[in-house]
């Protein structure tokens, strides 16, 4: 039998730089809603390195993080087709980065079903 080549490949996210229970909690719900993670914790240029060389379809960073801004703007500058997701630690409003606009837009969560549902936009891509 053919391997149907045609399939839309998942929705690649690169986790960087959560608190080590974020980070298992969010994988665990991302590869459970068919989400492909990578895992990238690192320095800025690292994790900006990582974003320009896999171009994943969106960075999830802690919104808490003194330069998650920052790193969020210089990876839409490596790879612009990549969303950047600011991720609440109290998980009350996460912020996009998408290229469409300066500043971020802000989507009030319910923490796995909007996360979920914001990388299913690019689904296919």
Do not use: Y
Not at 22 to 29: I, K, N, Q, R
């Amino acid at each position: 039998p053919a391997v149907d080549d045609e399939r839309p490949r998942p929705p690649c996210v690169l986790l960087a730089n959560l608190e080590p229970v974020a980070l298992v909690g969010m994988t665990d719900v991302l590869t459970g809603g068919g989400v492909d993670v990578v895992v990238g914790n690192g320095s800025a240029p690292d994790i900006v390195e990582r974003v320009r060389r896999i171009r994943p379809d969106a960075l999830l960073l802690d919104r808490g993080s003194h330069f998650a801004m920052q790193i969020g703007r210089q990876a839409l500058e490596a790879a612009p087709g990549t969303k950047v997701i600011l991720w609440p630690r109290d998980e009350s409003e996460m912020e996009i980065l998408d290229g469409a606009s300066a500043e971020p837009r802000r989507v009030a969560v319910s923490p796995s079903r909007a996360l979920l549902n914001e990388l299913h936009l690019n689904e296919g891509r």
